[in-house]
């Protein structure tokens, strides 16, 4: 399905959008970029057959986060001055992210099972499901993260009406 | 030329194909939807409608796509020129690849993949994304306010959309809408059995579009058209299409998960399937037809009130009753045995 043209084509959005998302200073526009950014790679997971993932990457991370930081800049930022961000040039994160990429070039380039052609093809999503939530497969992990989840909101629902208690007593 | 060549050209053909079929029916849906509107809203309010240009108005379409096609593109002077130019594209290409999935008959599909349903409420809802760039690259307070409104609705209203759609996947045990159609054909519509998932459908579909009760992000008549006020000629033109088209997409979907698709119930297969593809149409602009008359009849929702409804309501509801009934749906097939 996905021949090299098309590969390169995608990628070469996905790099380019990438680095726009961390250089351009509006955050409003950072966002859009990383919107960019989710849509091509879901199309290439797409063309790689991983239709579930592709479409989870749409949802989740080209519709929901995109959503989300819309939403929280719409909730925090008063000034559109405030939209625009530093750059930040420090030599630590420089350091660190060459660091990662040295570090993950150096796996991928090393392992030989990511480079290998699978024979088989890849599982639909009805297998997928069976499998997840299977007795003695995955279900137990899945509801322990959806618990995680529950004490996210619950934590922030509970941190939200101390604040505004502490408001009320000033 | 070798095998795979001819492949990858015959694979870009037929999605050129299928994405100018997709075009051509969104442009004809704009028109028949603007007719509809105009005259469904005009009898509503004791009205007629448009009357002069042909019969019963009906050409009064042609100067409205004529005015929209050659009116100048002007646009403010300090917008946030890309995004302001690229906002329209930004609403119209996800409802265009919406169309992918939706199955018009058992054979005429653009895309029939596992996971059409899913797929088309992930595009459906990366719209507000384009509708808020279209309102903060305007520059314009009331741009903005209705652009904010569109994202705090998504917020409040994806989460009952798409777990109202459980139930009948649930049903039919398969996110292909053409599968889901095809379980229906089997057993019943779904609209019996999960009645109340197609009546919180319905209102969040209200909402995802914009129609009157929830037209928050336009409000004509508080923010002139919020997010598109700044825009004018063929831009403002590209973002009622997509209106429109969501509209049908919406439509589209609430037919596939709890109306029968493109069937008829009592209605032997071989006279139904010759005109499958119009009894789909039809159906969808039935219930475009429920969406006017709910849009002519109430009154806009205040913004909080608008919020509440649907944190406060329909999340709850909607999961007590995807609760009750999977429970429910589990207990019966347990027992009895396929639904």
């Known amino acids: 399905m996905l021949n090299l043209t098309v590969f390169l084509v995608l990628s070469t959005i996905v790099i380019f959008s990438a680095i726009k998302m961390l250089s351009v200073r509006n955050v409003l526009h950072a966002t859009y970029w990383l919107l960019l950014t989710a849509i091509t790679?879901?199309?290439?997971?797409?063309?790689?057959?991983?239709?579930?993932?592709?479409?989870?990457?749409?949802l989740i991370y080209a519709g929901a986060v995109?959503?989300?930081?819309?939403?929280?800049?719409?909730?925090?930022?008063?000034?559109?001055?405030?939209?625009?961000r530093s750059r930040d040039l420090s030599l630590a994160a420089a350091i660190c992210a060459s660091a990662f990429f040295g570090l993950m070039a150096y796996a991928i380039t090393t392992s030989p099972s990511l480079m290998r052609v699978t024979e088989y093809d890849p599982p639909t999503f009805a297998e997928f499901g069976a499998t997840l939530f299977a007795l003695d497969g995955w279900v137990l992990p899945f509801e322990l993260v959806a618990l995680v989840l529950t004490v996210a909101l619950i934590a922030a629902v509970w941190w939200t009406r101390e604040v505004r208690k502490g408001g009320d007593e000033s | 030329m070798s095998t795979e060549t001819m492949s990858t050209v015959g694979m870009w053909s037929t999605a050129f194909v299928h994405v100018s079929c997709i075009l051509a029916i969104m442009i004809f849906n704009g028109g028949i939807t603007?007719?509809?509107?105009?005259?469904?809203?005009?009898?509503?309010?004791?009205?007629?409608?448009?009357?002069?240009?042909?019969?019963?108005?009906?050409?009064?379409?042609?100067?409205?796509?004529?005015k929209l096609l050659v009116k100048e593109d002007r646009h403010p002077n300090r917008t946030d020129y890309w995004l302001y130019c690229l906002a329209p594209a930004m609403v119209f290409m996800p409802?265009?690849?919406?169309?992918?999935?939706?199955?018009?008959?058992?054979?005429?599909?653009?895309?029939?993949?596992?996971?059409?349903?899913?797929?088309?409420?992930?595009?459906?809802?990366?719209?507000?994304?384009?509708?808020?760039?279209?309102?903060?690259?305007?520059?314009?307070?009331?741009?903005?306010?209705?652009?904010?409104?569109?994202?705090?609705?998504?917020?409040?209203?994806?989460?009952?959309?798409?777990?109202?759609?459980?139930?009948?996947?649930?049903?039919?045990?398969?996110?292909?809408l053409r599968e889901i159609v095809l379980a229906q054909q089997a057993s019943i519509w779904f609209v019996i059995p999960a009645l109340p998932s197609a009546i919180i459908f319905f209102i969040c579909a209200l909402m995802e579009t914009g129609q009157v009760p929830f037209d928050m992000a336009e409000s004509e008549s508080e923010l002139i058209s919020g997010f598109s006020t700044e825009y004018s000629a063929m831009r403002f033109g590209f973002m009622y299409l997509a209106e429109f088209s969501g509209n049908f997409v919406m439509a589209a979907i609430m037919v596939?998960?709890?109306?029968?698709?493109?069937?008829?119930?009592?209605?032997?297969?071989?006279?139904?399937?010759?005109?499958?593809?119009?009894?789909?149409?039809?159906?969808?602009?039935?219930?475009?037809?429920?969406?006017?008359?709910?849009?002519?009849?109430?009154?806009?929702?205040?913004?909080?009130?608008?919020?509440?409804?649907?944190?406060?309501?329909?999340?709850?509801?909607?999961?007590?009753?995807?609760?009750?009934?999977?429970?429910?749906?589990?207990?019966f097939t347990m027992w009895g045995g396929g639904a």
């Not at chain 2, 007719?35 to 005009?42: I, N």
């Not at chain 2, 895309?111 to 384009?130: Q, R």
């Not at chain 2, 306010?145 to 917020?155: F, K, P, T, Y």
């Open chain 1, 41 to 58: 790679a879901a199309g290439i997971i797409w063309f790689l057959g991983a239709e579930f993932i592709a479409i989870t990457q749409l």
């Open chain 1, 66 to 84: 995109g959503i989300l930081t819309i939403f929280a800049l719409m909730v925090t930022v008063r000034t559109e001055g405030e939209l625009i």
């Open chain 2, 34 to 66: 603007i007719y509809m509107l105009r005259k469904v809203l005009g009898h509503l309010h004791l009205r007629l409608g448009p009357t002069e240009l042909g019969p019963a108005g009906i050409a009064q379409l042609i100067p409205d796509i004529l």
């Open chain 2, 95 to 176: 409802v265009l690849a919406a169309y992918a999935a939706l199955p018009f008959s058992e054979t005429l599909i653009a895309a029939d993949i596992h996971l059409g349903l899913l797929m088309t409420l992930g595009f459906v809802s990366l719209v507000p994304l384009g509708v808020f760039a279209a309102g903060y690259a305007s520059r314009n307070k009331y741009a903005l306010i209705g652009a904010m409104r569109a994202i705090g609705g998504s917020i409040s209203y994806e989460i009952p959309l798409i777990l109202a759609c459980v139930v009948p996947v649930m049903l039919a045990g398969s996110l292909n």
């Open chain 2, 256 to 331: 596939s998960l709890f109306l029968g698709g493109w069937t008829l119930p009592f209605v032997p297969d071989a006279i139904a399937a010759p005109i499958a593809p119009v009894i789909f149409v039809a159906k969808c602009y039935l219930i475009i037809f429920c969406f006017m008359v709910v849009r002519g009849t109430l009154s806009r929702y205040r913004v909080d009130q608008f919020a509440a409804l649907g944190f406060k309501k329909l999340i709850p509801i909607t999961l007590i009753w995807t609760l009750v009934f999977a429970i429910g749906f589990k207990v």
